[in-house]
């Protein structure tokens, strides 16, 4: 089935590690994002990328890094700069060209630190 | 002020009855709406996707659009324990490069 896989569900990371988040989409989209989601809030954009090779920051990109070598594959490396990293990450796709702008998500990583 | 405003809820409905929700916005240049619903630890997953003003109707679930006040409401019929979600609001522009921008959900409860 067509979809965006997030991988792990859940991640536990310790002061000072960096860990990557992965995101693979077999939907052939051009467009993907990273979402953060904190109890009770909505979603903030952490980084998006249109095409392999280029992504842009979003509006909380401080402490974020990502890659973009595949169509199908946006990992997301949360670094120890990120000051309160525990929350929920998304991931999103979406195929530049069709009319309109949805997006579809995958369902999430929780990461805490420990 | 937010771009999106929405009011955070909870929203606690019998079951049976209709579920009304909405969302302000201050960016004339939105032309596209969507509703996405999420449950508790879950990602969002698309509801209804609406251009410009108008209805559409999906099934128990009406999405409205009132450009000219800058208001969109999404209203769910005959409502179940299974609808109750968090209900987030997603707007944007027409240029293809355009971000989506959220509000910040309304949970609901449906009461059996």
């Known amino acids: 089935d067509g979809g965006i896989t997030q991988s792990p569900k859940y991640l536990f990371r310790k002061e000072g590690q960096n860990v990557t988040l992965s995101c693979e989409q077999n939907l052939n989209h051009d467009a993907m994002y990273w979402y953060r989601q904190d109890p009770g809030q909505g979603l903030r954009l952490i980084y998006y990328s249109q095409i392999v090779n280029d992504f842009q920051k979003g509006d909380i990109a401080e402490g974020y890094s990502v890659s973009r070598e595949k169509k199908e594959s946006f990992p997301l490396t949360v670094t120890s700069a990120q000051k309160n990293p525990t929350a929920f990450y998304l991931c999103a796709s979406r195929s530049v060209g069709q009319s309109g702008n949805t997006i579809y998500f995958g369902e999430g990583s929780w990461l805490t630190v420990v | 002020q937010k771009e999106v405003e929405q009011d955070p809820g909870p929203l606690s409905v019998p079951e049976g009855a209709i579920v009304s929700l909405n969302c302000t916005y201050s960016?004339?240049?939105?032309?596209?709406f969507m509703w996405y619903r999420q449950y508790s630890r879950k990602g969002p997953e698309l509801l209804m996707y609406?251009?410009?003003?108008g209805n559409k109707e999906d099934g128990r679930f009406t999405a409205q659009v009132d450009k000219s006040s800058k208001y969109i409401s999404l209203f769910i019929r005959d409502s179940q324990p299974s609808d109750s979600a968090t209900y987030l609001c997603?707007?944007?522009?027409?240029?293809?490069?355009?971000?989506?921008?959220f509000g910040g959900g309304t949970r609901v409860l449906v009461k059996p």
């Open positions: 997603a707007m944007s522009g027409t240029a293809a490069g355009n971000k989506l921008t």
């Open positions: 609406t251009y410009s003003s």
């Open positions: 960016n004339s240049a939105f032309q596209y």
